[in-house]
């Protein structure tokens, strides 16, 4: 199979599996990481198949859809093992989609190569930004999270079986995550897009919060 072919039979594969999704995870999601993490690459470099594979699939083993992580990434592992590709290739894949998940604010990040690093930034920056606060309110209601309430405090957790089992308001995600993305990004091109990403959310909450006390 030529490359083409490969990445052509992964985007079915994916939205076969990603079809219907109304968490903020879709098919456009994928679509919208894979093309910044190409844009990304022009710039930092890094080898672009394993780029676009991992994106592509990145969220298809997703801990919160599966029973376990390991289940998750056996689906990837298969797909990857049916296309014929290398076993160093399929690993780097894997490596990356393990990887590429934020697990709270206090949990550090562990990727390591440049292909994972592009790949997590372009994920973080479809967390952030107009789209960013879209998909947060979207995977809110899907999970039955209250919008906002104020009598809550913001929380930030230190442990990523904290942050999976935390039960905050959606607006409590901005300060458990997308506020802090932007000082978690890995290359200098994908920073100056979410120094500006950033910015708009700090107008939305602006504006959430000024309308909010108005009613006072
Ligand atoms: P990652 O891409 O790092 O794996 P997730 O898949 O957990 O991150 O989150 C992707 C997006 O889904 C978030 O940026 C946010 O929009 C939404 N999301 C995840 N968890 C929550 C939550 N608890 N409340 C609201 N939105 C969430
Ligand atoms: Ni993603």
Do not use: C
Request: negative net charge; aromatic residues 12%; hydrophobic residues 40%.
């Amino acid at each position: 199979m030529s490359r083409d072919q490969v990445i052509n039979k992964t985007i079915d594969f994916v939205k076969a599996k990603l079809e219907g999704d109304s968490s903020g995870h879709d098919w456009w999601h994928i679509y919208r990481v894979w093309n910044l993490s190409k844009k990304i690459q022009e710039k930092e470099k890094g080898d672009l198949f394993i780029i676009e594979m991992a994106a592509l699939l990145h969220d298809v083993a997703d801990w919160k859809f599966y029973e376990n992580e390991e289940a998750g990434l056996m689906v990837v592992r298969d797909w990857l093992i049916k296309i014929d590709l290398s076993s160093d290739i399929i690993e780097e894949i894997i490596y990356i989609i393990k990887n590429v998940s934020y697990k709270g604010a206090g949990v550090k990040d562990q990727m390591k190569t440049l292909e994972g690093k592009i790949v997590q930034d372009a994920d973080r920056l479809d967390a952030i930004g107009a789209i960013g606060v879209a998909r947060t309110f979207a995977f809110g209601g899907k999970f039955g999270s209250e919008m906002h309430n104020p009598e809550e405090d913001a929380k930030l957790h230190n442990s990523f079986e904290e942050y999976k089992n935390s039960k905050g308001t959606t607006i409590n995600h901005f300060y458990e995550k997308l506020l802090l993305l932007k000082d978690r990004i890995n290359t200098k091109t994908a920073k100056e897009i979410a120094l500006e990403r950033h910015n708009y959310m700090e107008v939305f909450l602006k504006q959430f919060y000024d309308e909010w006390n108005s009613l006072k």
